[in-house]
């Protein structure tokens, strides 16, 4: 589950009315200390429900520091590793993964060069990219249903924030939908 502030209007009403209301973009456990968050409630953060890790990630969020701390930490101390080396604050990451996503440009890389839960753009329409193939996500049903070969050479558009691809690469578990394999 995800989480970008308040994106609704009105009590009921699903008005989305903002992209985002803050930098701090996380993804949260479905189920947490019996916390119970009302949905299309005024005032109230808009839950958001993503199908995987990998679909998170690529949208630009990183895991809660409270209700996913294992993971936090985790994704934070590959952070420092592929970053500066100094270990980074929550609000520096969130400025970074807000900026990669929301910012301009276009982010390539080599097919061999990405690791398993990256996202890419193809022609079919974003895909995950898991082992020797990428699966293709049905934003409709959410689902991956299509399964395509990773292409041997040449380059893909990539979805995935550029910081995040390295934490990845640096060894961040990426829980990945079953249907993707």
Known sequence: MGNRGCLHRGRGTRDVVRNHQHKTWITCALSFRDRRVPQWEPNRYTPLFFLDDAVA????????????????????????????????YAADMDAQLHQEPTGPGEYRARWEALPDGVF???????????????????????????????????SARVLTPPCTVDIIRAGYPVQIDDSAG
């Open 57 to 88: 990630l690529a949208a630009g969020h990183r895991p809660c520091a409270e209700c996913r701390r294992k993971a936090y930490h985790t994704y934070r101390t590959l952070w420092a590793e592929t970053h500066s080396g100094a270990m980074a």
């Open 120 to 154: 890419v753009a193809t022609d079919s329409g974003p895909a995950v990219v898991v082992g020797d193939h990428f699966a293709v996500w049905d934003r409709h049903d959410n689902i991956y249903r299509e399964k395509r070969p990773r292409p041997k050479a040449g």
